[in-house]
Nanobody, 128 residues
Framework: VQLQASGGGLVQAGGSLRLSCAAS????????MGWFRQAPGKEHEFVSA???????????DYADSVKGRFTISKGNAKNTVYLQMNSLKPEDTAVYYC???????????????????WGHGTLVTVSS
């Protein structure tokens, strides 16, 4: 599976950005896709995850730090997931990565090592 993340940029605090993650290559019947971020000097941090198949979304999860501000969704474009980020804060500044694995029953995973496929990151910078 190849993952292409895009949509990062520079935004003022309180602004919005929408990140996209497009999957290609090997396909799964059900996908678990997650967004992680890494700020300078910090470890990978879970942001959000979604379990979906064509036409259905089965589960969604958010880190407490973004709940109520970020929304993950399955896009209309084939094999694309969006992360809508509103009310951005300077502490949201990080490189954002999308990751994927074959979806399996159970809770969505929040640990980066549990995902098999990773895209290149996209930088989000929030100025104060």
């Amino acid at each position: 599976v190849q993952l292409q993340a895009s949509g990062g940029g520079l935004v003022q605090a309180g602004g919005s950005l929408r990140l996209s993650c497009a999957a290609s290559g090997r396909t799964f019947r059900v996908y678990d896709m997650g967004w992680f971020r890494q700020a300078p000097g910090k470890e990978h941090e879970f942001v959000s995850a979604i379990r979906w198949s064509e036409g259905s979304t089965y589960a969604i999860d958010y880190a407490d730090s973004v709940k109520g501000r970020f929304t993950i969704s399955k896009g209309n474009a084939k094999n694309t997931v969006y992360l809508q980020m509103n009310s951005l804060k300077p502490e949201d500044t990080a490189v954002y990565y999308c990751a994927a694995k074959s979806g399996v029953p159970g809770i969505l995973r929040r640990w980066s090592y549990e995902y098999d496929y990773w895209g290149h990151g996209t930088l989000v910078t929030v100025s104060s």
